[in-house]
């Protein structure tokens, strides 16, 4: 049985591109190209890591972004102009039609969530009397952060993981291979979360050192991201990845 993961967090190619410009500090006008290129290789590579299908927009643009690297690499050439005794560049900027399509992006995206927050705001807006709500904040707060933490700081942490493992071919022989199911990782790793009492680094929930417990082990998380049953905390950008059972579910569908 295929199983497909779809989140709102991934929008598309120029939706990653912008992503990785906030997080590398980058001057959208001057954008170092090899840099964001290797970046962006770098997520597609882990996207195929998890046997994902990977949107033929993503390659376009792999494709779009080695162009580019490949002409910024070009020597620039220079024509004289005899008649007005002055030179100009036979090229322009290769970057400049890349550059122009993500402040267009940027500008609908920010505008998408003025009108998402509004909507939040007027969702907010409700015709009854007071209520003492004091019982719902912890609930709140929590759910909030929750948000922190997106399929990109995810898919970093999986990447981190796979240099840690260096997945290397097992010293035993198997006689029968051991398919593992997502129902069943998720069920062994709630226990694993109730058992230590507490928060867990993401890196201890992969105990096993091969691809295929790796790949299960993290579709199984971002299944218990989506049905609300674990909380993924991150103190600070580019910090360690914590992962805790919510309070109150102690199985799961409860």
Do not use: C, W
């Not at 500008?107 to 705001?121: H, I, M, P």
């Not at 409700?126 to 990109?152: H, R």
């Not at 796979?162 to 997502?182: D, N, T």
Request: aromatic share 10%.
């Amino acid at each position: 049985m295929i199983y497909n993961v779809k989140t709102e967090a991934f929008e598309g190619p120029l939706d990653l591109l912008l992503h990785l410009i906030n997080r590398l500090e980058i001057d959208i006008y001057d954008i170092p190209v090899a840099d964001i290129t290797d970046q962006y290789l770098n997520y597609i590579h882990a996207m195929k890591e998890l046997e994902l299908d990977v949107a033929s927009e993503y390659l376009v643009m792999a494709a779009t972004l080695l162009a580019i690297k490949s002409q910024m690499l070009l020597p620039k050439y220079e024509e004289q102009n005899f008649e007005a005794d002055e030179s100009y560049d036979i090229e322009s900027d290769p970057r400049d039609e890349l550059v122009e399509k993500l402040l267009e992006y940027r500008s609908f995206k920010n505008a998408a969530g003025q009108f998402k927050q509004l909507e939040q705001d007027r969702g907010l807006v409700f015709t009854k009397p007071p209520s003492d709500l004091s019982e719902f904040s912890a609930g709140a707060e929590m759910e909030k952060q929750e948000l922190d933490v997106s399929l990109y700081d995810m898919l970093g942490a999986l990447q981190k993981l796979l240099r840690r493992k260096k997945l290397q071919k097992p010293v035993y022989a198997r006689i029968e291979k051991q398919e593992i199911s997502i129902e069943s990782r998720m069920k062994d790793i709630m226990g694993f979360l109730h058992k230590r009492k507490g928060r867990v680094s993401f890196f201890d929930l992969f105990p096993i050192p091969e691809k295929p417990h790796i790949v299960v082990t993290f579709l199984s998380l971002l299944e218990l991201m989506k049905q609300k049953n674990i909380h993924v905390e991150q103190e600070n950008n580019f910090s360690e990845i914590f992962v805790a059972a919510k309070v109150g579910v102690d199985t799961l569908g409860s």
